[in-house]
């Protein structure tokens, strides 16, 4: 599980969260929602401890990030980090020098799920098969918990299918997921749990099933009753 819990953060004097506490359980899709500034990244990037908080704690399985976490976290960001001159088989050897958890076997098969050439270089990619890419070299990676930020950003409605399958599919296992999204129309049937945002504090966090059938409500539902009151 990764446990947020009453974390601050500022950047100069604006403060970004103010306060945030949720959980993600392994096993399950959890999807951040907010408007755009809201905080959603600089929360992922606080998880994976690639920028400092100010207060609060975040564990991962009972443990505050270290070294050694990194074989067992892994984060999506929503641009490709490969060098644009790779073909898509050279990405898969930077990864499998770098991590440890790299799975040639997984990241093969998300290369035929996809339909993606391994001889495509990444610069003539098109925006959702870069997004694919991106999405694959993440995914085949054998970790615990997996954070996407934006996966749907910019794609085209088949692309944004094909990669919401891909949480229905065995690639995802019994893997813990971060998400945020703007789509969430697209990924509604996919998700566990909603965290939603603003202004640097969570308004409410709850299970999608529980909210469906004990409420009769969708997240849309929840979501207009909280932002919209
Ligand atoms: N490195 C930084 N320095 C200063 N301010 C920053 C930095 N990173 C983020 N911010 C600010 O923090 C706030 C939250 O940014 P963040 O990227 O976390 O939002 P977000 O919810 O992910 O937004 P979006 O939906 O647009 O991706 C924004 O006001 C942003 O300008």
Not at 8 to 26: C, D, Q, Y
Not at 76 to 104: C, E, G, H
Not at 188 to 200: I, N
Request: glycine residues 6%.
């Amino acid at each position: 599980m990764i446990e947020i819990k009453d974390v601050t953060k500022k950047f100069g004097r604006k403060k970004v969260l103010k306060g945030v506490s949720f959980t993600a359980e392994k096993g399950q899709i959890t999807c951040l929602i907010g408007i755009n500034g809201v905080g959603k990244t600089t929360i992922m990037k606080a998880i994976m401890a690639l920028t400092p908080i100010n207060s609060g704690e975040i564990l991962i399985d009972g443990e505050k990030i270290h070294k050694g976490s990194y074989e067992k976290i892994t984060f999506i960001p929503d641009t490709i980090t490969m060098l644009p001159q790779m073909k898509i088989r050279d990405a898969f050897v930077f990864m499998a020098d770098f991590y440890d958890s790299w799975n040639q076997k997984r990241a093969t098969e998300l290369l035929q799920f996809f339909k993606l050439n391994e001889t495509d270089r990444i610069s003539e990619l098109s925006k959702g098969n870069t997004a694919k890419v991106n999405l694959l070299l993440g995914l085949a990676l054998d970790v615990d918990y997996v954070l996407m930020d934006e996966p749907f950003s910019g794609i085209d409605i088949f692309s944004r299918e094909q990669i919401a399958n891909v949480f229905t599919s065995h690639l995802i296992e019994n893997r813990g997921v971060i998400i945020t999204t703007h789509e969430i129309n697209d990924i509604e049937h996919l998700v566990d749990k909603v965290v939603l945002l603003d202004e640097g504090v969570v308004l409410k966090e709850f299970e999608v099933e529980e909210v469906r059938e004990n409420e009769g409500k969708s997240v849309i539902d929840v979501m207009r009753e909280v932002y919209q009151g």
